[in-house]
């Protein structure tokens, strides 16, 4: 189930990052003979856009896990209870369903970004929507795993990604994979309203989208 509040707020902060994290400015040289050097850049860039540019990550991390925490109490996502509750994600653990927790148990170390997104991209690969009929919810189910886990995971690890990219190079990667995020929501959307036509355009669109980001990703 699309979140409310969670998956506009991601797309809000990717918005407001990217934008600030390409903010041009103007440094005054420090260097010999007035040179401009790369501190001087850093220095203009943050007191210009540096506020703006953390408050659009904050915005993206928040987003990314108000939606995975309400994954795991939103009704729909896997057994109830007796009375109607629907199971969290610990209580399908201790009913032998993993809903979604398995991807890290018992692994030496987190999923990392690029395989997150080479996960992502097989994916949606695998989807076959050129003539979709019948029940949709496998496929339904394969777009809100994207949204809710892979995206959230992905989002986790968004410092080292800032330190290795750097920040133009991060917004330019994070912008595709939020392209990416935007069509697979959209298919999403389209699959629930019973608009089938409109879910092959923006799988094509989310395929390239993560491309993208992966070629950045390198």
Not at 112 to 127: G, S
Not at 159 to 180: N, P, Q, R, T, Y
Not at 196 to 201: L, M
Request: net charge negative.
């Amino acid at each position: 189930m699309m979140k409310l509040l969670g998956f506009p707020l991601f797309a809000l902060g990717v918005i407001v990052s990217a934008c600030f994290a390409a903010r041009a400015v103007s440094p005054a040289g420090s260097g010999p003979d007035g040179k401009v050097t790369g501190r001087d850049r850093v220095v203009a860039w943050g007191s210009v856009a540096g506020a703006p540019f953390a408050l659009g990550v904050v915005m993206m991390v928040a987003g990314g896990l108000i939606a995975r925490r309400q994954r795991r109490y939103v009704g729909g996502q896997g057994t109830e209870h007796e009375g109607g509750a629907p199971a969290g994600a610990a209580d399908l653990a201790l009913e032998g369903e993993s809903g979604g927790m398995d991807r890290n148990v018992g692994a030496a170390r987190p999923r990392t970004p690029r395989a997150i997104a080479e996960i992502v991209a097989n994916k949606l690969e695998a989807l076959s929507v050129e003539e979709i009929s019948g029940d949709t919810k496998p496929l339904r189910d394969v777009l809100d795993e994207i949204l809710e886990s892979d995206v959230a995971d992905f989002l986790t690890q968004r410092d080292a990604l800032v330190a290795e990219l750097g920040l133009s190079k991060f917004a330019e990667m994070i912008g595709h994979f939020a392209a990416m995020e935007r069509n697979v929501a959209r298919a999403w959307s389209a699959l629930t309203d019973g608009a089938n036509a409109e879910v092959p355009p923006c799988i094509e669109r989310a395929r390239t989208g993560v491309r993208l980001a992966r070629e950045i990703l390198g």
